[in-house]
């Protein structure tokens, strides 16, 4: 089996909406699911939704997997399959405010009554 696409994934996704569900999961190598999907259309949407979410992950655990049958947790910084975000640790010199420093400054900004 060769590398999945992101994009191609996408776009099985995608059939989704034109009541093809679960094409995308048969892709990436999750057969049985797939064919759930594409007989309750998509868990009624309701997968079909959270798994637009969730395609990047799958893509990237079926190209590490190479076609095996275990599992890996999938990172959770992945947003779409597009998209990715990653927080950066803060920069060197940089301290976090104290809580007196807020608790200090929203009274600046907020009249006592």
């Known amino acids: ?3 999945k696409s992101g994009f191609v994934a996408f776009i099985l996704w995608g059939c989704g909406l034109f009541l093809l569900c679960g094409l995308h999961r048969i892709y990436v190598g999750r057969f049985w699911t797939g064919l759930l999907w594409f007989f ?7 997968g079909q939704l959270i798994d637009l979410f969730r395609l990047g992950d799958m893509v990237r655990v079926a190209n590490s997997e190479g076609g095996g049958s275990s599992r890996h ?12 975000v990653t927080v950066n640790a803060m920069p060197a010199g940089m301290m ?4 007196e420093q807020i608790e ?9 009554r």
């Open 104 to 112: 200090g400054s929203t009274r600046r900004l907020l009249p006592r």
């Open 40 to 46: 309750t259309l998509g868990l009624c949407g309701v």
């Open 73 to 84: 947790s999938a990172p959770a910084n992945t947003v779409a399959p597009v998209f990715n």
């Open 96 to 99: 976090p405010a104290a809580p």
């Open 1 to 3: 089996m060769g590398r």
